[in-house]
């Protein structure tokens, strides 16, 4: 089973929509996580952290259910610049090791 | 601030040639590691550096070499390119909690 299992997308959105998309993580022992956005062709740069039940900033909203291991990502008021892949990495403490999936795709129309 | 730095960022290489990818980092960091990502892919851990000193393999470490200079330092170095070595390939580094990447190298094997 992948450590991450996010749905690829993509998620095409009128700007000013309200999108969400989730990644289910296979290890129990994951305590925090963090959302990484990539746009084309760039580097993967930190959108959020989580380490409790959830986080939230400005637009961006990260809910965690540790129940059923999975961490959402809710964009309210979508912008175009938005627009990218979004990557969910979990941690299961000081020394793990990034695992990426291949993220979910926003595009965001006008 | 530097972050992380990352030479070349272009290169062609012709089939059986050899280079080193450069990567540094001015954030202390203990965890160094190299990435490569082909299109609609995620990344793909090739190798490691959990501290100083020490190196590990990564889901795809066939055909690569890497070298942890010092603390700051972490290059890749392909012996023998191959076509299928084409690819962008990104450097990161990790504190406690989330990793900052370089800006990548789009490397072309011809």
């Known amino acids: 089973r992948k450590e991450v299992e996010q749905d690829p997308g993509p998620f095409n959105v009128p700007e000013g929509a309200t999108v969400a998309f989730n990644c289910t993580y296979s290890?129990?022992?994951?305590?925090?996580f963090f959302w990484y956005r990539q746009d084309c062709r760039k580097e993967p740069k930190l959108l959020m952290s989580v380490y409790s039940s959830g986080n939230e900033d400005g637009r961006f909203t990260a809910q965690l259910n540790r129940a059923s291991q999975y961490i959402s990502l809710l964009i309210r008021d979508s912008k175009l610049s938005d627009s990218a892949t979004y990557l969910c990495v979990p941690s299961s403490g000081g020394s793990y090791i990034p695992t990426f999936g291949r993220g979910t795709s926003l595009i965001v129309h006008p | 601030n530097a972050g992380v730095t990352q030479t070349p960022k272009f290169q062609v290489l012709k089939t059986g040639q050899s280079m080193t990818l450069q990567c540094a980092q001015d954030m202390n960091h203990n965890s160094m590691y190299w990435y490569r990502q082909d299109p609609g892919m995620g990344l793909r851990l090739i190798y490691y550096?959990?501290?100083?000193?020490?190196?590990d393999k990564g889901e795809v470490p066939n055909g690569y070499n890497v070298s942890r200079l010092n603390k700051r330092e972490f290059s890749l170095r392909l012996e023998s390119a191959a076509p299928s070595q084409t690819s962008v390939y990104f450097c990161a580094s990790r504190g406690k909690a989330e990793a900052f990447f370089g800006q990548g190298t789009r490397l072309t094997v011809v």
């Open positions: 550096s959990a501290s100083e000193g020490t190196t």
């Open positions: 290890n129990s022992a994951s305590q925090s």
